[in-house]
């Protein structure tokens, strides 16, 4: 690594990354005029190529966080037959996916990270020897995250942590930033086993949120805490359903149990849609092979 970029993570190291994360946070949900968050929303969409396939609400929006977290016009993301697949929960690049051995995920270029660092609770047990996936968002895509199966949510764990950039840079200059950066992993019971959805915070994303409960990262006092809903309270979910959205930021680590799916032909660096299939679910089918 050169000498500039050491400097640079020494320098995130040093700073108050969740505070002022937090603060850029406060700032994206100020309301500002319409005119003026026009400008900044048409500038920003131009920098970073925004899609025209969002929903804009009556009036416009109100702050830029809102239009952040846009929600996408009806048709705009088929989703493809989820019957025996698994899809993308969000639009993103892939940056990695395969194995997890034993316990060990393998980022690009060989940086290794421990799944029982990613979740520091019993449940890590449940992926070993199990498969995985990386998938970035840039500034510019679509950031509000869905069911990649269809099940139950089954509970979540929250992890305060750091919250460094997520950019190539940093993921590959400090080793296990993954499992340093504050993160919140949903966990869905479906017919092909346990599958986790992990939102990884970054810089400047002021906050993660669910959609299936009233839980959210980045508070000012925060402890980890791992939730198991009682069965009444779980929430069925299908493939495509939304579980939750990026508030500014970042990455998705998508987590199945062991002999649970078969990842179709991706190359790390390909783009992928959210609803588009990333791979068959092996015990689904099976059982649909069974029947037919």
């Given at each position: 690594m050169n000498s500039s970029k050491s400097l640079v993570i020494f320098i995130y190291r040093i700073i108050p990354k969740s505070l002022i994360s937090r603060i850029i946070g406060c700032i994206a949900r100020i309301p500002l005029p319409r005119t003026v968050l026009n400008i900044i929303i048409r500038k920003y969409s131009r920098v970073y190529?925004?899609?025209?396939?969002?929903?804009?609400?009556?009036?416009?929006?109100?702050?830029?966080?809102?239009?952040?977290?846009?929600?996408?016009?009806?048709?705009?993301?088929?989703?493809?037959?989820?019957?025996?697949?698994?899809?993308?929960?969000?639009?993103?690049?892939?940056?990695?996916?395969?194995?997890?051995?034993?316990?060990?995920?393998?980022?690009?270029?060989?940086?290794?990270?421990?799944?029982?660092?990613?979740?520091?609770?019993?449940?890590?047990?449940?992926?070993?020897?199990?498969?995985?996936?990386?998938?970035?968002?840039?500034?510019?895509?679509?950031?509000?995250?869905?069911?990649?199966?269809?099940?139950?949510?089954?509970?979540?764990?929250?992890?305060?942590g750091t919250l460094f950039t997520v950019q190539d840079w940093m993921v590959k200059g400090l080793k296990g930033l993954y499992v340093k950066n504050e993160r919140i992993i949903t966990y869905i019971e479906s017919q092909a086993g346990l599958v986790g959805v992990c939102k990884i915070g970054a810089m400047n994303v002021g906050r993660i949120t669910l959609s299936y409960c009233d839980t959210r990262t980045n508070r000012t006092f925060r402890r980890a805490r791992e939730v198991f809903f009682e069965e009444r309270a779980r929430t069925p979910i299908r493939a495509g359903d939304e579980v939750g959205a990026f508030h500014l930021g970042s990455t998705v680590i998508l987590l199945f149990q062991n002999n649970a799916i078969v990842f179709d032909d991706f190359k790390p660096g390909q783009t992928i849609r959210m609803g588009k299939r990333i791979g068959t679910l092996k015990n689904l089918q099976k059982k649909s092979e069974k029947s037919s």
């Amino acid at each position: 690594m050169n000498s500039s970029k050491s400097l640079v993570i020494f320098i995130y190291r040093i700073i108050p990354k969740s505070l002022i994360s937090r603060i850029i946070g406060c700032i994206a949900r100020i309301p500002l005029p319409r005119t003026v968050l026009n400008i900044i929303i048409r500038k920003y969409s131009r920098v970073y190529g925004v899609k025209d396939e969002h929903i804009i609400p009556p009036g416009g929006f109100k702050s830029f966080d809102e239009f952040f977290t846009r929600r996408l016009k009806e048709g705009s993301h088929p989703l493809d037959d989820a019957g025996t697949a698994a899809l993308s929960p969000v639009d993103g690049r892939i940056d990695q996916l395969g194995e997890i051995r034993e316990s060990t995920l393998i980022q690009a270029k060989g940086i290794e990270y421990s799944l029982q660092h990613l979740i520091p609770s019993d449940t890590y047990r449940k992926f070993l020897w199990g498969s995985f996936m990386t998938l970035y968002l840039s500034p510019g895509d679509y950031h509000r995250i869905h069911a990649p199966v269809s099940g139950v949510v089954t509970g979540y764990i929250n992890l305060p942590g750091t919250l460094f950039t997520v950019q190539d840079w940093m993921v590959k200059g400090l080793k296990g930033l993954y499992v340093k950066n504050e993160r919140i992993i949903t966990y869905i019971e479906s017919q092909a086993g346990l599958v986790g959805v992990c939102k990884i915070g970054a810089m400047n994303v002021g906050r993660i949120t669910l959609s299936y409960c009233d839980t959210r990262t980045n508070r000012t006092f925060r402890r980890a805490r791992e939730v198991f809903f009682e069965e009444r309270a779980r929430t069925p979910i299908r493939a495509g359903d939304e579980v939750g959205a990026f508030h500014l930021g970042s990455t998705v680590i998508l987590l199945f149990q062991n002999n649970a799916i078969v990842f179709d032909d991706f190359k790390p660096g390909q783009t992928i849609r959210m609803g588009k299939r990333i791979g068959t679910l092996k015990n689904l089918q099976k059982k649909s092979e069974k029947s037919s």
